[in-house]
């Protein structure tokens, strides 16, 4: 086992292509600022990393999934605003046609591709709200990131909305929040609040802990170490080994019996959904999909990124919600990406960074099956934007206090939320 506090450092989100936008191609694949350093020491088991508290697993009431499309997705592909004719005008080449499109009103449709979401859409359980976003434009993935994860505008706290969030809850155990990502923390999950992250539910283990350790020998050896040594790193052990302990229901866990898509997404939400069946008392879990920078070959309905994206992002949450099983009823997934995308298409049939998006909301407590957000207009123009209309903290505000009954004044520290109206009471 390796003990190692946590330091500042900065990684990425995506596989560099050769579509993708100098900034973002620079980074890996998996989350960013994933370095800034955690109160207290941190125990590192297998690829999985503890911060130090006693964990004490209990069932949790009600689970949130943060989902964050990681590049910057194109909203008005996913949501389509077919009664805005400015939109055919300003794409006369990539815009997904009316008569494609899916759960239409008098303004939006999906995109063809998100039909393994239609029974959801129509029995009420998934939601679109159009036009959200940051308060103020900021078009660099990297600081758009942590200031949409951080949620606190300047603010020089490095804590993230999501650990203020757990902070606010009962309990103190490592379990109650977890991110899928091979032991890479979202800015959302930074904080003095304890948080766990793993690649995966089969790395939460004691390296030697295996089938050559006959008599646990190795595992016994570490107690007799670690369990009475003073100080942090002590703590932090002991931490681990209590962790471990009490993740063992969720490693004893079968894989679900959903068909995910054989994707990097499909593959994280297979593990979100076996830890949450395991019902140790997760209620926090963030989870990646990459690959969202289309400045080029974001393609038509018929062919580009876009449609494979959106193919894979609709297989895997339809997958998901149906492999939880008696679990179901607690889950609440958000998506969530740091900025949008122009109106106006560029030469490469693609789009460059904007500011206005759509978030997804489904499962528990969502009032689904339609529209939300107030529509600004489109105007075609090379520089235009779709403009926010609505704070995305106010989306997230309704799913906090709804599903937590959380105050947003501690979890959005200085702001006021509007009513969105996409979440039902508790």
Known sequence: MTLTPTSPTSAGVSAATAACCTEYAGMSRRGLFRGVALAGATAVVGSAVVTAAPARAASADSVLVVLSLRGAAD??????????????????????????????????????????????????????????????????????????????????????????????????????????????????????????????VESMKIPGDDQYDKNGGRVSSLHTLWDDHDGPLGKAMRSAFTAVKEFAPVTRTNDGVAAYPRTDLGRALSEVARIIRGDVGVEVLTVDQGDWDHHSDLGT??????????????????????????????????????????????????????????????????????????????????????????????????????????????????FSPTSVGVMSAV
Do not use: C
């Open 301 to 414: 309905a018929e062919w580009g990124r876009m449609n494979r994206n959106v193919e894979d992002l609709a297989g895997s949450l339809a997958a998901f919600f149906g492999d939880l099983g008696s679990q179901a009823s607690k889950v609440t997934v958000v998506t969530i990406s740091e900025f949008g995308r122009r109106v106006k298409e560029n030469a490469n049939f693609g789009l460059d960074h904007g500011y206005g998006n759509v978030m997804l909301v489904a499962g528990a407590g969502v009032k689904g099956g339609t529209y939300y957000g107030r529509w600004p207009g489109l105007a075609n123009e090379t520089d235009a934007d779709l403009l926010v209309t609505t704070d995305y903290r106010s989306v997230l505000s309704e799913v906090v206090s709804t599903r937590f009954g959380a105050s947003t004044a501690q979890v959005f520290p200085a």
């Open 75 to 200: 909203g008005l592909s996913m949501v389509v605003p077919h009664g805005d004719p400015v939109y055919y005008a300003a794409r006369p080449r990539i815009a997904i046609p009316s008569d494609r499109l899916l759960a239409k009103d008098g303004m939006f449709g999906l995109h063809p591709k998100m039909a393994p979401l239609l029974p959801m859409w129509n029995a009420g359980r998934i939601a679109a709200v159009q036009a959200t976003g940051l308060p103020v434009a900021n078009r660099s993935h990297f600081s758009a990131m942590e200031e949409l994860e951080d949620a606190d505008p300047g603010s020089s706290t490095r804590q993230g909305w999501l650990n203020r969030l757990v902070g606010q809850l009962p309990g103190e155990s490592p379990l109650q929040a977890f991110s899928i990502g091979g032991g890479v923390l979202p800015a959302s999950m930074y904080g003095n609040a304890d948080v766990m992250s793993a690649a995966d």
